[in-house]
């Protein structure tokens, strides 16, 4: 007898016939498939939230920062030349693929309302920065175009500086802040953002037009960088070559010589960071994968366990006819099916705890479904593995002594 | 009734069977030859170790002879392969055993499809043949019980039901009565004595009790790997009788208990 229905039928019947034991073989199998979904969908919905977290911080974001100075063979770091200026902002706002553009200039001050006062990192950036950023309001506004033609002294505050000047808790928008001693309108507060990838606490920040800044407290006509975001993450390399060379062109920049600015995008962390959480998801599926082939180790025992304990029927079988492939086509589809029907349960088990740690723990999880697909086929090779051993032990028996055996 | 000559189902000659045990080697079956006609019901007696258990597992083709022959329904099958064995098992044999060896919690119907799963049947048709067969020994109306619902008679019963469905050249019924008491014994001698003499089915039965053997047409008597007698048993309306080959080692046919 060779058909696989009729091998399928013995299988089903003879699992049927022992349902307890049939229950428990499985049980490794659904833990193992349910250990493997859950964990991998948590590894997974951790590395989708930093991956988020980073798309937050612009991983379509080109800085654009001036080069080095080099004078008389000594070279200045990065930024010790001042060659960029709003204008190479403007020039690069109108190319394809760039979604928006901002000059930042940076600098450190002292900042005072009322009794209070707190040094912070002031901003002067374009009204664009929030859009780059993504980064919402939490009240007011954010300060427009005109507010920048006139280089008017109005600030948009970061949730740390609220804290600080305000303690008491008064609303901030309509006072008067002064920053190195120049007065500033308060128009808006920025929404929490809390710390960066490297601990640095965004929100302590004050937000001014860029030309007030340039103006009033650094006198200068440069600016400290440009930041450029891409539409898509996917033109990002074409944005940040096209900004090259535009800004080669506008600084006179001769092809072969060192450019006086720096180009760089925030991809290189976002796919470090990435390959860290798929690294945590390996190393997750592999401590679950573990428990898969506890499970397989059970099916094989109990297997083991059922054919002595089914030695007679097996003699009977042969004395009836059955060929030695059957028996072992038997007994192999017999773990197959055992660790097949207990993949599928544990996906169900698994997806309904991926639900519950997303629901209590509220944890991120994703459930990915190259894992779902590969922990059946897993679990039907650990079938076949494990099965294999048990069901050539049973198709070598001696019918006679089988038949005799008590 | 019987065309003699071709209608051999089992034909030994010279048939060694030697067990190699290591350090000694122990002769169960010394050259034996037997001749087994359609039709017949052969009782094969002897003390333990006389060797009658492995003749029938070589005729039942468990297991190969070490040497001689052997031909089943014309065929020699002395040296066969497991799965060739097991495809004659399949189609041309039918076993009886003392344990029944019924498969548990599988209900009696199952039990008696089971070699035609193996043989190949399709499920309707297998079904109707094991109703079939079923009726035929009277346990139709157990098809759906389990073993351990049924007495040890019908258990037997259903077993010899199981033996039949793929109409067997031979049925070999190892101590099939071993387990159960008299009255019930007889029930079952009963039926194998209808099987043989109204479907001319031929049996050859192994047991070591005489009551038993006396149901048969024809008791084979082994002691130590030589068959020792040949008996021919005659009964009102059965079968003419039939002269045997005896064993080169064995005594002369002896007739006794003419009825």
Redesign the interface.
Known sequence: ???FK?IL??AL?ALV??KARSLLTMLGIVIGVAAVIVTVAIGSGARQSVQNSINALGSNMIVVQPGSLNSGGARGGFGSASTLTPDDGMALAHLPGVAAVTPTVTVRAQVVANDNNWQTQINGVAPTYTQIRSWPMASGTMFGQSDIASSAKVAVLGQTVVGQLFPGGQNPIGQTILIRNVPFTVIGTLAPLGQSGIGQDQDDTVLIPYSSAMQRLTGLSTVNSIMVSALTADQVSAVQSEVTSILEQRHHIPAGQTDDFQVRNLQSIAAAASSTGAVMEFLLAGVAAVSLIVGGIGIMNIMMVSVTERT??I????????????ILNQFLTESVVLSSIGGVIGIVFGFIGTMLVAALAKWPTQIPFGWVIASVLFSGLVGVFFGYYPAKKASNLN??EA?RFE | MQNRGDDLVVKVRDLRKVYDLGDSQVVALAGIDLDIHHGEFLAVMGPSGSGKSTFMQITGLLDNPTSGSYWFEGTDVSHLDRDARADIRSRRLGFVFQAYNLLPRTSALENVELPMVYAGIPAEERRRIAIEKMKLVGVDQLADHAPNQMSGGQQQRVAIARSLVNNPGLILADEPTGALDTKTSEDVMRIFTELNEEQCITIMLVTHEPDIAAHAKRIVTFRDGHVVSDTLRLRRFAPPLRMTRVGRFAPPLRMTKWR
Not at chain 1, 315 to 326: E, F, H
Request: hydrophobic share 40%.
């Open positions: 007898m060779s058909d009729g039928r013995l019947q016939r022992n007679r029927e003699g009977l079988r042969m004395s009836v006819g059955a060929r030695a492939a059957t019918p006679i038949l």
